[in-house]
């Protein structure tokens, strides 16, 4: 667990301003929501945290220790993208495990770690199986897995749900939040769907255009949104 700060995190590509500036601090053991329209920043906000890309200007301090130029593997982050990016030709186990033996941990260590994460997924029965053979929403679980495996110091979720049908959806997302009270890690989560972030988030970040509007509880950004575009994105129906 871990807390984040970002002190004027800036993006460009070329001459295209992306991130404009971003402030936020993240509580340890925070679950918080990056939400804003198609083409705000949230995923470049969200590559930028996990090293992924390179801040233009302004600094990445993980537990008080700057990370701002630290290669996304030595961040200690695990990210889990909308498309589930499993290796086709190799088993659950092996998908969850794969990236723990090029940490160098030790076979007893691998399973023990994968066995314990496929419990809290409901997985153990699927580890044998290659991910053609699972759901949609069984994959995605193996994906999560492959992040829990690494005891990430923080969560990165980018749009994981968006695959799913509006059903395995709403199961998944109540998983997550499970998931969350359960090893209580510090998460933070990009969606553009307003319901995924009123109900997963402790707190809400509002982007518009590379900029924060507004950050706060969804009950404060519900009561009290900032100004109209909070207030629209927020309040509108989907
Ligand atoms: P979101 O995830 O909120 O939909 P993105 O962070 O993906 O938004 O993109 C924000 C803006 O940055 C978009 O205008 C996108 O075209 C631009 N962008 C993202 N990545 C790159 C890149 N590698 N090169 C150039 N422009 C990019
Ligand atoms: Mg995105």
């Not at 979720?157 to 059903?167: G, H, K, M, Q």
Request: hydrophobic share 45%; charged share 25%.
């Amino acid at each position: 667990m871990a807390e984040l700060k970002l002190t004027s995190a800036r993006k460009s590509f070329g001459s295209i301003d992306v991130l404009h500036g971003i402030d936020l601090a993240v509580k340890d053991g925070e679950f918080v929501v990056f939400v804003g329209p198609s083409g705000c920043g949230k995923s470049t906000l969200l590559r930028v945290i996990a090293g992924l890309e390179n801040v233009t200007s302004g600094e990445i301090h993980i537990d008080g220790e700057r990370v701002t130029h630290l290669p996304a593997s030595e961040r200690g982050l695990a990210m889990v993208f909308q498309s589930y990016a499993l290796y086709p030709h190799m088993s659950v186990r092996k998908n969850m495990g794969f990236a723990l033996e090029n940490m160098g941990l030790k076979p007893a260590e691998i399973e023990a770690r994968v066995d314990r994460a496929a419990a809290m997924l409901r997985l153990a029965d699927y580890l044998d199986r290659k991910p053609k053979a699972l759901s949609g929403g069984q994959r995605q679980r193996v994906a999560i897995g492959r992040a829990i495996v690494r005891d990430p110091k923080i969560f990165l979720f980018d749009e994981p749900l968006s695959n799913l049908d509006a059903e395995l959806r709403v199961a998944t997302r109540k998983e997550l939040a499970a998931l969350h009270a359960n090893i209580g890690g510090t998460m933070i989560y990009v969606t553009h769907d307003q319901v995924e972030a009123m109900t997963l988030a402790d707190r809400i970040v509002v982007l518009n255009a590379g900029r924060i509007e507004q950050v706060g509880t969804p009950l404060e950004l519900y009561n009290r949104p900032s100004n109209a575009f909070v207030a629209g994105f927020i309040g509108s129906p989907r």
